[in-house]
């Protein structure tokens, strides 16, 4: 029996007694919230009774009130993690899940209104107390709470919560927790209660939700809270502090909900790498009694788009973006200490990055309180993969992205939101621009990008990107200077090859960045990485800092993200392993990456205005599927050619014949199968030796690929994309092309996942 699941059984067929027993250490004990904290709180986080309901019949048996379950966990860490003490990882699946504790409300909390918070729950829950319901809440992410102060009785009080988790419906986000055993870019699963669960007191009316809109032009700030309660005569006090000393205060009177604004008496601004965070008090009263206090904090900080630019207080500060998954290997999605998401941060900033991209996971809010502190920019996600976008998931979606936001809407270290990433603008359009439009209603004070990747669909889009894997730090500048309207190359395919739509609206004059790059392996043994790995870290310091300097040197790019801040699991591409050990030398890796960009070098109008859109007239010499009956037959085989292979005259008659694309199953059209390892194909076409003024290469590959023309070499590249690019070439396809009779030879090696590879040779004369 596999020893993960012996140690479960082991522990069901123990049962617990109904109080479960004071630990001598409780896991994550800080306050969750000290954007939002009240002294009066309690945790419970620690050991509790835990069952796994196979049969789904919890509730016929009995188990919402009074009934041992069979095991223990230590939350909030799921059942999959180490840190649980069930470490069952991916050996089974949890859909239907209990837990049940028991407590005794503190002294201090009696005669006041009492609320039980959930960080978060994976996915729906049902909150019993006392055999009663508390209420229920669907959501993998956000925060939630329950008044219970009516449920509770004198003595021990009965916690239980149900939990069903099924990520396989498609009805539900699972960002990148996998279906099956970890592969490729999922990993383990996160399944139930897996941030901080705690109490608290309020009064009979409190301060139930706050929103901050710092001013610093006007050395200000605006405050918008909503009360809760009935309570006659309500005024709320809003006072800004520095060093303890009053900075600023404002007060208002009436119910539910009450503005105000703070004048400040001092002007300090949070800036990325060098932030001041005012502390923040509301007091809320009923005459001249006291209701409700809360502390919390903000910083004065203006996000602004300017042409191709995103302003920070003013300033073009050029965003090195590191990807950050939130993955440990003993928390899983939750950090096992505070101490850890502080170290993620300042190990990103060792490499020289100012921000991250939160990817695929909404991070808790002590992280966001670690980035505001540090000086930390981030851009906020929601992990939409697996969510299959059917209409009867939209509600769920929708409802939890606008809780997300009103929760972390207030952290200046957040800069940007993207509700999904790597979305098929066919089947995704229609929820992204309703989560686009909820988002800018909830939070308008912040760029929004509708979808990360490639396909955008706003038909009116404030902030745009993509991604791209290419191993080669050449070809990589070149590409998205042309794009960009740098260089006199390409800047735009015919649209039947899906012109990827970002770099026409960048053309636009929008600001853009490419979200993903690098990818870089190191120590891949066991794993995969984008592209083939280094053989020598001298090798690995090349191209990291080809890829880094084609971004830096790019005068119209706002940022860029580079992928990834540690190993996960099979993924090892990270600067750091899965542990966080280094793998390389971060001071050369931050003197690399922090050097300054050419992007707040550049005052020109060049970086504000638009480039004028040209489309060129394309001649196709060769023909992709989506040329029709200009994609004629190659000739190709699967093993090892013989020498010369892709030279003129070699003889390829044995070659069978088939038509591109080449690969396996997939979501492309493929029209020849191909499942080995490589793919040799060649075939001849015609050229009338016309003036050429541009040449470009269209191209989906999966992965290694390189193409010869006439047995010179125009084009090579490791990874893989997931749409057609163009590649300028227009002097190496002058070079290559002769009048008459030419041949194309292209060899594409694939090394793990889906494999795939169709082109294009465009001229334009």
């Known amino acids: 029996m596999n020893q993960k699941l012996a140690k479960f059984v082991m522990m069901s067929a123990v049962l617990m007694s109904g109080t479960v027993a004071v630990v001598a250490e409780v896991p994550r004990p800080e306050h969750p919230r000290p954007d939002l904290f009240r002294e009066n709180w309690l945790t419970l986080n620690g050991e509790w009774q835990f069952e796994i309901d196979k049969s789904a019949d919890g509730e016929s048996r009995g188990l919402t009130h009074g009934k041992d379950l069979n095991a223990k966990i230590m939350v909030p860490f799921c059942p999959e993690s180490k840190l649980s003490g069930l470490g069952l990882g991916n050996t089974m699946k949890l859909k239907d899940v209990w837990y049940r504790r028991m407590f005794a409300l503190p002294p201090a909390m009696k005669g006041q209104r009492v609320r039980i918070n959930f960080g978060g729950v994976d996915y729906k829950s049902w909150v019993y107390i006392n055999g009663q319901l508390a209420g229920t809440h669907v959501g993998e992410s956000s925060a939630f709470a329950f008044e219970i102060t009516k449920l509770l009785k004198d003595g021990e009080n009965e916690i239980v919560v149900k939990v069903l988790d099924d990520m396989w419906s498609g009805l539900q986000p699972c960002g990148k927790q996998s279906t099956g055993n970890s592969q490729g870019c999922t990993y383990t699963r996160t399944t139930g209660i897996w941030q901080p669960v705690w109490l608290e007191a309020v009064g009979s009316s409190f301060v139930e939700n706050i929103s901050v809109v710092p001013d610093p032009d006007n050395s200000r700030v605006f405050i918008t809270a909503k009360l809760n309660g009935s309570d006659k005569e309500l005024s709320l006090k809003a006072e800004a502090f520095i060093d303890g000393a009053s900075a600023g205060a404002d007060a208002a009177t009436g119910p539910w ?6 004048n400040l008496k001092t002007k300090k601004l949070w800036e990325p790498g060098a932030p001041f965070l005012y502390d923040l008090k509301l007091t809320l009263s009923s005459g001249k009694s006291k209701l409700d206090e809360v502390t919390s904090y903000f910083g004065l900080r203006s996000v602004a788009i300017d042409g191709r630019r995103i302003l920070i207080n ?25 101490e850890a ?9 060792a490499c020289g990055y100012n921000g991250a991209r ?7 809010p002590r992280f966001l309180y670690w980035a505001d502190k540090l000086g930390y920019m981030v851009w906020g996600e929601s992990p939409n993969w697996g969510f299959n976008f059917k209409p009867e998931g939209y509600s769920g979606y929708i409802n939890e992205w606008t809780e997300i936001l009103l929760r972390d809407r207030n952290h200046p270290s957040i800069v940007g939101w993207c509700a999904f990433n790597e979305t098929d603008g066919k089947v995704a359009a229609e929820l992204q621009q309703m989560m686009w439009n909820v988002t800018k209603a909830v939070d308008p004070t912040r760029p929004a990008l509708e979808t990360s990747g490639w396909v955008h669909t706003m038909p009116h889009p404030e902030v745009l990107d993509a991604h791209d894997y290419d191993g080669n730090g050449v070809s990589l500048r070149e590409r998205w200077m042309g794009n960009l309207g740098v260089t006199s190359v390409p800047r735009s395919l015919p649209a039947r090859y899906g012109t990827v739509k970002a770099l026409r609206a960048a053309d636009r004059g929008l600001p853009f960045m490419v979200s993903e790059i690098g990818g870089i392996g190191w120590a891949t043994e066991g794993g995969w990485s984008y592209g083939s790995g280094p053989k ?3 090798e690995f310091y090349l191209r990291y800092q080809g890829t880094i300097d084609a971004m830096l040197d790019n005068p119209h790019l706002f940022g860029f993200c580079y ?8 993924e090892k591409n990270g600067l750091y392993y899965y542990d966080r050990k280094p793998k390389f030398d971060v001071k050369k890796l931050h003197a690399i990456t922090s050097r300054k960009a050419a992007y707040e070098e550049n005052e020109q109008d060049s970086s504000r205005q638009a480039v004028k859109q040209v489309e060129p007239a394309w001649k196709v010499l060769v023909g992709a599927l989506q040329d029709g009956d200009l994609s004629t037959p190659y000739r190709y085989v699967f093993e090892n050619p013989a020498d010369g292979w892709m030279k003129e005259g070699f003889d390829d008659e044995s070659w069978k014949t088939g038509l591109a694309p080449f690969g396996g199953d997939g979501n492309w059209t493929v029209k020849t199968k191909w499942t080995t390892g490589d793919v040799f194909f060649r075939k001849t076409f015609e050229y009338d030796g016309g003036d050429i003024k541009q040449g470009a290469l269209v191209i989906l590959y999966d992965e290694n690929t390189e193409v010869y023309v006439n047995g010179q070499k125009i084009f090579g590249v490791e990874g893989f994309i997931t749409n057609y690019q163009l590649y300028p070439l ?14 194309i030879a292209v060899h594409t090696r694939q090394t793990t996942g889906g494999q795939y590879i169709d082109l294009a040779v465009l001229v334009e004369q």
């Open 341 to 349: 998401l502080k170290k993620d941060i300042e190990l990103s900033m």
């Open 257 to 262: 909900q009450n503005s105000l604004v703070l």
């Open 314 to 338: 003013g300033k073009p500060v050029f965003q090195r973006l590191i990807l950050d998954q939130g993955f440990y290997p003993d928390g899983l999605w939750t950090a096992p200490s505070d």
């Open 536 to 538: 020598t870290v001298e």
């Open 563 to 570: 992928t990834q801040l540690t190993d996960i699991e099979q």
């Open 358 to 364: 939160l990817h695929q996971k909404v991070f808790e």
């Open 730 to 743: 227009t002097e190496r396809l002058k070079k290559a092309l002769k009048k008459g009779t030419n041949t």
